[in-house]
Structures are given as structure tokens and as C-alpha cells.
């Protein structure tokens, strides 16, 4: 393989960021699970591990020293990956100013998963039934960088949960669910799918929308554009009413709730805020301190 050179990755990122990148042909074959190796972080004894914490959301997961694995260690039911078309793969990174094309998506998780989930009998987590979540943030234009995701979602079949039928056919859960975010592009060839590997991360406005869960399986929003509370003080009333009301309308639609923004500097403003958000059932708490959320939520239960 020619090494690419830097000057030749700096064109290719200009192409993408403009939605000008073009998603090269792939073989149409499977990855599978048995063909892959045993995952080290697997214990070799067969013991139970300690439970995940299906409710622990790692923002920004890739800038943590090992993405993916750091999440897992610590328990965490969902982590987030921002990704970038450029030149045909799908490179992780948060700025564009980031982008190395050795991190690709498959390097960082999609393998590491495969590896896993084999090692695990087929599962994440060793003895315990949990879909992982893996948010897939669309950083590039959404059409063509989700057209070149899904193939790469296909090749690793049954690892991931599908849809088929369309926007209200049948779901098969797989060991790790992939959510869309980023880019709203992405949201019209996902719905023209048959079969989809991927499932559509939805907004506040999506609620009530009749959109089914088996489409829209995730409600995600800015806490600082609905709420001002930050955990100092008791919170506004009307608020928490907002807030339950909010969580309530997606669970009634068997949809999930997660809030990105919130305060996530250690302390009791932070773990106030938190409690809050658990009382109201909100599905995931995001945050970038690993520990730290592993240590409130085992804490509280």
C-alpha cells in the first residue's frame, strides 16, 4: 500500500469538510465474529465481572489513553465516537485540527468490539445481556458519510443490532447497538433502508412525532438550551416538572433520554444534578470523567 503523504490528507480533509469526499466500493463480505482473536481484557478464569452500568454515557470517548477500552473498564453501557469522512475512511476525532489517519473507526472500535463480543460468548460483558451503545457522531456531510458507515456496520454482521422492514420493521438486538448523531444528512438514507445496521438519534422536537422507537430508539438534547439550573440550590420547580414531563413522553414511546452539556466538573453541584436526572429516569448521564460517574452510579445503587 502507498504511504499517503501529509499534503495528500490535508486535500482530502478540504473535499470532505466541503461534502465533496466520494465513498469508495467495498467488498459486500462479512466479518465474522469467529474468525477474530481474544480480547485481553477478557478474564481468563470465567468469573463474573463486576455489573456494567447501563445508564453511563462516555462523551468524547476516543480522548480518553484507550478509547473504548478505558469506557469498559469503568463499566459504561454507551460511549460516543465522532467521526469524519476523508478519502474513503472514516477517521475519529473531535476538531478537524485532530484528524490522524491511523484512528480510524474500525481501529478504535469496531474491532476492538469484534474482538471482544468473541472472546465474551457473544456478548460485551461477560455474563450480563446488555446492548452497548455506541453513539456515532457525524462530523462530515451526513448522506455520504453514513452511505460509507453502513457498509462498514454490514461487514461485521450479526455484532451489531438491525433493522429490518424499514422505518417500522422489525429490530434484531445485537451485542452493541449503533445510534446516528451529528450530522441530520444522515437521516434520509437511513430511512430508505430495508435492512439497517444503525438506529437514528433523535431531538427534542422528534417527540411525539410518531416516529417509531424501532427508527428512533434515542432522544438527545442540549441541557442548556431547556434548562438553567446547574445543580446549585434546589431546582426550579418548574423545571423539574419540565424535566419528568420531557422523560415521560419518550419512555411512553419506549424511546431513551440523554442530555449532553450538563455540568461535569467534580462536586456536589455535579453529583446534584446528577441525582436529579436519575430521579426523573433519565436514561444516560453523559459525561468525560469515567471514575467518576462509575463511582456515583455504584455508589447510588
Do not use: C
Request: proline fraction near 6%; charged fraction near 25%.
Amino acid at each position: 500500500m502507498v504511504r499517503r503523504t501529509r499534503r495528500a490528507f490535508v486535500v482530502a480533509l478540504g473535499a470532505a469538510l466541503a461534502g465533496g469526499a466520494a465513498a469508495p466500493a467495498f467488498a459486500s463480505t462479512s466479518v465474522s465474529l469467529g474468525n477474530t482473536s481474544a480480547s485481553r481484557d477478557v478474564a481468563k478464569d470465567g468469573s463474573k465481572p463486576k455489573r456494567p452500568l447501563a445508564r453511563a454515557h462516555a462523551h468524547n470517548d476516543y480522548e480518553h489513553p484507550r478509547p473504548l477500552l478505558d469506557a469498559l473498564s469503568h463499566g459504561f453501557g454507551s460511549v460516543e465516537a465522532d467521526i469524519w469522512l476523508v478519502d474513503g475512511q472514516l477517521l475519529v476525532a473531535h476538531d478537524a485540527t485532530d484528524l490522524d489517519p491511523t484512528r480510524t473507526l474500525e481501529s478504535l472500535y469496531l474491532d476492538p468490539l469484534a474482538r471482544r463480543v468473541k472472546a465474551n460468548g457473544g456478548r460485551v460483558y461477560r455474563g450480563y445481556d446488555l446492548s452497548l451503545q455506541l453513539l456515532i457522531d457525524i462530523k462530515t456531510a451526513g448522506e455520504p458519510t453514513y452511505l460509507e458507515l453502513t457498509k462498514r456496520l454490514r461487514r461485521y454482521g450479526p455484532l451489531f443490532s438491525a433493522a429490518y422492514g424499514g422505518v417500522g420493521g422489525r429490530v434484531r438486538r445485537g451485542p452493541v447497538t449503533a445510534v446516528i448523531s451529528g450530522d441530520r444528512g444522515a437521516r434520509a438514507p437511513m430511512e430508505a433502508e430495508k435492512v439497517r445496521h444503525a438506529f437514528y438519534d433523535g431531538r427534542l422536537e422528534d417527540l411525539g412525532s410518531g416516529v417509531p422507537a424501532s427508527f428512533i430508539p434515542l432522544i438527545s438534547a442540549d441541557w442548556t438550551k431547556s434548562f438553567t439550573w446547574t445543580g446549585a440550590g434546589p431546582i426550579p420547580r418548574a423545571e423539574r416538572e419540565t424535566l419528568h414531563r420531557l422523560v415521560a413522553s419518550a419512555h411512553d414511546a419506549r424511546q431513551t433520554v440523554r442530555f449532553w452539556a450538563t455540568p461535569d466538573v467534580a462536586g456536589p453541584e455535579r453529583d446534584a444534578l446528577w441525582r436529579e436526572l436519575l430521579a426523573a429516569d433519565v436514561d444516560y448521564l453523559n459525561t468525560d470523567d469515567l471514575a467518576g460517574l462509575e463511582a456515583f452510579l455504584r455508589a447510588a445503587h
